[in-house]
């Protein structure tokens, strides 16, 4: 066997073994299998026929089936809405402009100089034709909430203002740049993407030299302060995915600098990787499961104040999580931070939960281990059978009852007594 391998495959190492596994980590030790002789023959041949450089190498297959290759000129239509935002000393015109692939691209304008609701709607359709000429596309759906826009365009309406009329023209003239484009009217309420960016553009104030970047509208499904469990997914994996990369290949990151691969080899070792479930050896020898982020989450919570959670401090919910054999890399940093914000914990952490008096170790540890046995008596008056003492025997643990009556307790009915309901 070569002992190199099995340093190096052995899950779990003890001892001296494991000593020398560390020392060997310092170096960059890659352990490949020997090929067997075969291997080598290729190789041998290619250095007996050297090939010469200049000699060109043809790899250019034809292919005599095709004969030309047509290039599809089907693309999916785009979607432009427009609207426009004017009161008494402001114009914004917002348009959103919608790819096959539904990746949608907001712009909004503000209009610094005079003009009526209508020619801020006109002004918006005409920014979003536009903009979708300016990057070539030819198949184009319209949609505005302006009615007077939309049938005047699509020749359904006359238009009898004077002021509309060059921008109607200058619509019909950019209309003839797309192969395919219809204009359809769009309720108001459904049209409240670009209804809020026409006001956007009309409300902010910015001087001429001034820029605005891009702005990104992005979806959160949980509150910030929820899942903040520290950094534990990286690039969208778990914190430990360049163990398993280490473990499983001997890939480093890609940015590692020569110290962190030294701290990976070294930090790998306590790690075991088992059907793809990766533990951690724990001091005590016991193997850890290593947790994703939410996972964590829901061991917090299930630990904490999941059913019978007992709402413990920070200290010792990171010890009965590790007890459970659950491992991350900020436990104990998360167990902190999670107690903090436990809503019940800070309503009743004021309590004092000491119980009011002291508490008395129990004598008997285990049913039927230890009875009580005493007598009553003289009973006055005298039972009408006659019976005057009674003879009760006690369990301690299950406080089980044993009574008889008696005329006169004499000790060999008492050691009958025991006989029959005691021993049995
Ligand atoms: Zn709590």
Redesign the pocket.
Known sequence: MDPIKYLFEKPALMGRLARWLLLLAEFNIVYITQKSIKGSVIAEHLSTHPVVDTRPLNDIFLDEDVVSIEVEDEVGIWKTFFDGAANHKDCGAGVLLITPERLNMPMAYRLDFECTNNMVEYKACLMGLKAAISIGVKRLEVYGDSSIVIYQVQGKWKTKEEKLKPYQGCVESLMKQFTEITFDYFQRDNNRFVDALATLASMVDFGPGEQIQPFIIDRRDHPSHQGFVNALTVDGRPWFAHIVDFIREGKYPADATQGDKRFLRRYATQFILHEDILYKRSFDGVQLVCVDEDQSQTILEQV??GICGP?MNACMLAKKILHLGYFWNTLEADCIEF?KK?H??QIFSIHIHVPPTELHTLSSPWPFSTWGIDVNGKINPKASNGHEFVLEAIEYFTKWVETQSYAKLTAAKVAKFLQEHIIC
Do not use: N
């Open positions: 904490h104040q709402h107690v436990c019940q914990c």
